[in-house]
């Protein structure tokens, strides 16, 4: 029954089947609805959402060159969605952005830049700190720069508010990768943690120096993934790492995609490769594995697999909690095999089952990405240079969550007397309903590039209900769960339909 289920699906869904539109709206509470295809300035490999809710993207020129030494481009969703809603901006910094990471640094609300390429050196790790400022759309360079160039680093918030960044390589595919951490305090700038110089964690054994998949835990402890490597980083003093086991699933290394969805929970998911290989090497993974850091130890435990072959697909929390995947393609970062995979899916933990959704119109594979905006909608973008499209163009999912049957469905709305907020502290929330609120969630502004989200994580808020239409809602009760920056806040009713969020920042402590 499933299966045919599943192929009345792809057929009814098909980009190649013109499928209509009063068919698929008797399925969009089931699959979704992608809005049109979007055009966009350059090629969307980077992007952050930013507090005053634009969105930052770079990675290539405006003709989809590769590279970020150029341009830089601005949305503002309240604009539309038109080029007229887009700001295209010369990077005069110099610095090549593309191939850095990025994140929202907690105390100024600046998107952070760190390491990229060398302009006219290509893949060869760069020592730069940058930051943006949405106020001004102005890119600049600080004073502060790493000890080593990076190329593929991850940045993490820590409890502190400070920022680790980890691995990136010094000198493209060919190694070596970066061995030793750093910490970044916008007051003193960069200080090294000798004491956590890895091989095991960041060396060249399967690019383990590959965008590690880093998460900071409940108890304040950081686990990192960075190819079949797992292990505990002490980012305290002079640091130290602690391996804590391989792992030995194929859904792994670079081309895989990972998100904790839940306090000391990971899905790791797709992939299988430690680079981007164009067409060679096993098709990409359709496993997908739960970590589970809840005890000393992580354990690892399989969970369903994708209907798709991924690699370079994309993880996304969305604001129920649930999972979506999109994008990649059965064969590395090439059209061939199996082909792209057009059809998005959401896992869902509670009942450990995906769901497809309807297709994009564009391939998005190598070089692509996906962010959750403010209005509940995810953001597809990018893919390319190199790759078998140069896609200068995104496209926006209305999740199954946002119809009821073939209509949108009505939606909580609320408003925030005071949006100031801290640990632990009872947030007085006015909403309007047609049905009971049964959930509050936060889920932190996304910064995604590679496929994966540098700081996403998400958090489930207690709540009471007030006088009337009022909301009591509970903050996170420190910084560990809900690390030190921006979040947008969700209510969601007894359909499951999620409001459109407002974003709230935590301050370090």
């Not at 907020?421 to 309007?432: E, F, H, I, P």
Request: hydrophobic share 35%; aromatic share 12%.
């Amino acid at each position: 029954m499933f299966m045919k289920r599943m192929t009345f699906l792809l057929a009814l869904t098909s980009p190649a089947s013109g499928f209509s539109q009063e068919r698929t709206q008797i399925l969009k509470s089931q699959i979704g609805a992608w809005g049109p295809v979007l055009p966009w300035n350059l090629i969307g490999i980077h992007a952050v959402l930013m507090p005053d809710k634009k969105v930052l993207t770079f990675g290539s020129n405006s003709r989809g060159d590769q590279g970020a030494d150029m341009e830089y481009d601005v949305w503002d969703p309240s604009l539309g969605t038109g080029l007229e809603s887009h700001t295209l901006l010369p990077n005069q910094t110099r610095t090549d952005i593309f191939c850095g990471a990025q994140l929202l640094l907690a105390d100024s609300g600046l998107a952070l830049i760190s390491g990229g390429d060398i302009p006219g050196a290509v893949q060869q790790g760069n020592f730069d700190t940058n930051t943006f400022d949405t106020s001004t759309n102005r890119l600049t360079k600080s004073s502060y720069q790493m000890a080593y160039g990076r190329w593929y680093p991850t940045l993490t918030t820590l409890p502190t508010g400070e920022v680790i960044v980890q691995g990136g390589s010094n000198n493209g595919f060919a190694g070596s990768g970066v061995l030793t951490p750093e910490i970044f305090n916008t007051k003193t700038g960069w200080r090294s943690l000798f004491g956590a110089y890895s091989d095991y964690a960041y060396g060249n054994d399967f690019n383990r120096w590959w965008y590690p998949r880093s998460w900071v835990l409940n108890d304040g402890r950081l686990f990192s993934i960075s190819g079949p490597a797992m292990y505990f980083v002490d980012y305290k003093d002079h640091g130290a790492i602690y391996p804590v086991g391989d792992f030995t699933g194929p859904n792994k290394g670079a081309t895989s995609t990972a998100v904790m969805f839940e306090p000391g929970r990971i899905l790791q998911v797709g992939g299988g490769e430690w680079a981007n290989f164009e067409g060679q090497g096993m098709a990409g993974a359709k496993e997908a594995s739960i970590i589970d850091l809840n005890g000393l130890f992580p354990t690892v435990t399989p969970a369903a697999p994708m209907h798709f072959h991924r690699h370079w697909a994309t993880s996304t929390i969305l604001p129920d909690g649930q999972i979506l995947v999109t994008g990649g393609t059965a064969l590395n970062a090439t059209m061939g095999g199996d082909g792209p995979s057009y059809w998005p899916e959401i896992y869902n933990p509670k009942t450990n089952a995906w769901t497809v959704l309807a297709p994009e119109a564009h391939v998005r594979t190598y070089h692509s990405s996906a962010l959750l905006l403010p209005d509940a909608t995810v953001i597809s973008m990018g893919g390319g240079a190199p790759g078998p499209a140069t896609n200068l163009n995104a496209q926006i999912l209305n999740p199954p969550y946002l119809f009821n049957g073939s209509d949108l469905a009505s939606r909580p709305s609320y408003t925030l007397p005071d949006s100031s907020t801290g640990y632990g502290r009872s947030l007085a929330v006015n909403y309007q309903s047609d049905r009971p609120i049964e959930r509050v969630t936060l889920v932190k502004t996304g910064a995604v590039t590679h496929s994966f989200n540098q700081d996403q994580r998400f958090v489930e808020l207690s709540f009471t209900q007030g006088w009337g239409n009022t909301l009591s809602v509970t903050m996170p009760e420190n910084s560990n769960i809900a690390t030190p920056g921006f979040y947008l806040l969700f209510l969601i009713d007894s359909a499951g339909v999620p409001s459109k969020a407002e974003i709230l920042r935590f301050l370090p402590l």
